[in-house]
C-alpha cells in the first residue's frame, strides 16, 4: 500500500515563501492532495495534482511533483500567520481513497 | 451550499461501551467516507459508503460499523471500546463522480477512559 512521509515541522518567518516536501511510495498513485487542518478543525482541501501533471499553480499555493523521485511539494509564496496550521500530503490510486502522511506542523512567526 | 457537519462535537465513553456518531454530508454529495484521526498522525481511512452501501473498508475491525441513509446522512457505530479508540472521528463527502475531491468536517473528538 501507499506510504506517505513528511517533514513533522516547519518554521519561517511572515512574508516568506514556505516549501513543505512529501515523498510517496506508491507510483501508481494518480491523485495527489494537499490539506490543511486548523487547530481544533477538521481538514480543507487546499489543492491536489494529477499525476500527468508537473506542477498546479493557484493564488499563493505552487504544487510541484517530480514522478520519477516521488517527490511532492507545496509552496506558499507570501506565509501569513494565518497559514499556521498543520499540512497533509495525501496519495491515492484508483480507489480515490486518500493516504495521508503525519502531517507538517507550520508555524510562522510574524 | 452547506458543508459537512458532524454530531456531537465532543463525548467521553467508558472502555466497553458503545459508540454512534453522525455526519450530514454536503448538500448534493452522495458519498461519504470514515476516518480515524489518532493524535499526532494524519487521518486514517475507516470506510467509505455510496448509495446506502459499504464502498472499501480500511484496516479496522468489524466493531467499526456504517450507515448511509436515502438523504446521504452517515452513522459511524463503535461497539466494545478500547482504550487506542480515543481519536478525532472524520467524515468526509464527495460527489462519486468526483470522488477525489473529498470535503471534510470538523471531526467528532471521542475519548476513551
Known amino acids: 500500500g501507499e506510504d506517505v512521509e513528511q517533514s513533522l515541522f516547519l518554521s519561517v518567518r511572515e512574508g516568506d515563501s514556505s516549501v513543505i516536501n512529501c515523498t510517496y511510495t506508491?507510483?501508481?498513485?494518480?491523485?495527489l492532495y494537499w490539506y490543511k487542518q486548523e487547530p481544533g478543525a477538521g481538514l480543507q482541501l487546499l489543492t491536489y495534482?494529477?499525476?500527468?501533471?508537473d506542477m498546479k499553480q493557484d493564488q499563493r499555493l505552487t504544487v510541484l511533483l517530480n514522478k520519477k523521485d516521488k517527490h511532492l511539494s507545496l509552496r506558499i509564496a507570501d506565509t501569513q500567520t494565518g497559514d499556521s496550521a498543520i499540512y497533509f500530503c495525501?496519495?491515492?490510486?484508483?480507489?480515490?481513497?486518500?493516504?495521508f502522511g503525519r502531517g507538517t506542523s507550520l508555524i510562522v512567526h510574524p | 451550499e452547506t458543508g459537512v457537519t458532524q454530531s456531537p462535537t465532543h463525548l467521553i465513553k467508558t472502555r466497553g461501551q458503545q459508540v454512534t456518531l453522525r455526519c450530514s454530508s454536503q448538500?448534493?454529495?452522495?458519498?461519504v467516507s470514515w476516518y480515524q484521526q489518532a493524535l499526532g498522525q494524519g487521518p486514517q481511512f475507516i470506510f467509505q459508503?455510496?448509495?446506502?452501501?459499504?464502498?472499501g473498508r480500511g484496516n479496522f475491525p468489524p466493531r467499526f460499523s456504517g450507515l448511509q441513509f436515502p438523504n446521504y446522512s452517515s452513522e459511524l457505530n463503535v461497539n466494545a471500546l478500547e482504550l487506542d479508540d480515543s481519536a478525532l472521528y472524520l467524515c468526509?463527502?464527495?460527489?462519486?463522480?468526483?470522488?477525489?475531491?473529498?470535503?471534510f468536517g470538523p471531526g467528532t473528538r471521542l475519548t476513551v477512559t
Open positions: 468526509a463527502s464527495s460527489l462519486a463522480e468526483g470522488r477525489y475531491e473529498q470535503y
Open positions: 506508491d507510483s501508481s498513485s494518480t491523485y
Open positions: 495534482i494529477f499525476s500527468n501533471m
Open positions: 495525501a496519495g491515492s490510486g484508483g480507489s480515490y481513497i486518500p493516504t
Open positions: 448538500s448534493g454529495h452522495n458519498t
Open positions: 459508503y455510496y448509495r446506502e452501501e459499504e464502498n
